[in-house]
Structures are given as structure tokens and as C-alpha cells.
């Protein structure tokens, strides 16, 4: 049975905002657990009404964004994340945020399904790597072989003027592990294996390095990995969010 949203009652409460944000989520299902954890850690708040609104459908059973990509899957996940986006705006949505990397490569379809925005999470979160290095010039890319074969961060990053670099085949097919027989699995992933990807895209001249996979998120607050050079696109996502949605952040 599909969720069925509805928009929150007029005058229900004073201090409730009744145009929250759509999370179009479960892709994946824990990743969108951390974005909604990350919102409200993130927020300035001293009580409840503080807080952002959020209207979540969490989509788990959505095509594998990965899958169709590589060419692995005919299950196109791009015209059920159009239908996903319109019944969040329908619910009372005012924009949209996809807590998921390799969906920013069925952006467009989303937008073209919808009349409100609907955020870039890797836009977003080459912007956080731009401020947390003045000056940078080199990016350094962890994300699923969907994403890195979609290119959507290399481009951005090449439209910047920044080098985008990729981990060599070996240390990317332990990300790949990392992802799906870890955190999609549910399985603990040590520290060690995070910070042997993070040095070997720093020793290829990676001067910041962006965790562009919403599970590697999930493994960063997992393992406790705070290194300044390390942007998370999950923060840099919900930070966005909260500014959009009038709230301050911390």
C-alpha cells in the first residue's frame, strides 16, 4: 500500500509552519533517518516549533538508481521519483530535498514532473567543499560506481574550475562494499577501511574530499570521522534545507 500524505490542517497549531519540506526518501531507507537526524541536530532550536516541518515518503522500494545506470537493471527509477515528488507537493510541500547522490542523476525529470524546487544535493555539497577549503582546485570523489559513471559530480566540479579526481578501481570497489555489504546490509564497517579510501584520494592530490554517497554519511557518524577536509553531502543538503525552510542553523 502506498503512503498517503495529507496536508497538515489549517490553523491546527499557531506556531506550525503548514508548508514544510518534502523528503523524497529510502533510497536509502537509513540514509534518510541520518538527513531527518542531521536537520534537527543542525537547527537552532529551544523547542519544538523551532524545528523544520518535514513530509517524508520513505520510498524504499524505488529502482536502484545504481542498477539502472550501470545498465544493469531496466527498472527505471526516474518516473517513480516524478510520481514521488508530485504527491509530496500535492501533500503541501514547499520545495523538495533527495537525501540520495545518485538520484541528482534523475534531477531533471523530477523538476519537469513538479511546480516547486527541488534541491541539487551534489551542487550543494560542491559548494560546502568550495567553503570549507578556500582556494581548492582539486576534488576528491567517494560515491557509488552510479555516480562516478553519471559523472554529475565530475561535471559540477568541472564547471567550477575545479579537478575532479576518482578513486583507483581497487579502492572503489571497496567503497562499493563499503555502501552495499555495510551500511545498505546493515553491517558494521571499520574506521580503518573509511580513512585508507580518504588518504588514497588525498595522495592523488585531493585537496578536499566529498562523501558524495548518503550511505557513506550514515559510515562517517557511524565511525566518528570529523576531518575538516572531508565534506558530508548529507550535511551540506540538510543545511540548505534548514535555511530554505526558514530555520537557523546552529
Known amino acids: 500500500m502506498r503512503a498517503i500524505l495529507h496536508r497538515p490542517s489549517e490553523g491546527y497549531a499557531e506556531s506550525v509552519r503548514n508548508e514544510p519540506v518534502g523528503i523524497l526518501g529510502g533510497i536509502g531507507p537509513m540514509a534518510t533517518v541520518y538527513f531527518m537526524q542531521r536537520i534537527i541536530a543542525m537547527t537552532d532550536a529551544s523547542r519544538d516549533q523551532d524545528h523544520v516541518d518535514m513530509l517524508v515518503w520513505n520510498h524504499a522500494s524505488i529502482p536502484d538508481r545504481t542498477a539502472y545506470l550501470l545498465g544493469s537493471s531496466d527498472e527505471n ?66 560515491a557509488t560506481d ?28 571497496d567503497v562499493m562494499a563499503m555502501i552495499y555489504d555495510g551500511v545498505k546490509a546493515g553491517m558494521p564497517v571499520s574506521r580503518d577501511r573509511v580513512d585508507a579510501a580518504v ?52
Open 77 to 142: 527509477p526516474g518516473p517513480v521519483m516524478a510520481q514521488d515528488a508530485r504527491e509530496l507537493e500535492q501533500a503541501g510541500a514547499r520545495f523538495i530535498a533527495i537525501p540520495c547522490n545518485t538520484a541528482r542523476a534523475f534531477l531533471d525529470e523530477v523538476r519537469e514532473g513538479v511546480d516547486i524546487e527541488v534541491l541539487d544535493i551534489v551542487g550543494e555539497t560542491v559548494s560546502a567543499a568550495q567553503a570549507a577549503v578556500p582556494g581548492l582546485t582539486t576534488l576528491g570523489i567517494l
Open 199 to 250: 588518504a588514497h584520494l588525498r595522495a592523488k592530490g585531493a585537496q578536499a574530499i566529498v562523501l558524495g554517497c548518503t550511505e557513506l554519511s550514515v559510515l562517517r557518524t557511524d565511525v566518528g570521522l570529523d576531518d575538516a577536509d572531508v565534506v558530508d553531502s548529507l550535511d551540506a543538503l540538510a543545511a540548505r534545507t534548514i535555511e530554505l525552510a526558514g530555520g537557523r542553523l546552529r
Open 146 to 173: 552510479g555516480t562516478l559513471r553519471s559523472r554529475i559530480y565530475h561535471d559540477t566540479a568541472t564547471q567550477r574550475g575545479l579537478t575532479p579526481v576518482e578513486p583507483d578501481d581497487d579502492v572503489q570497489k
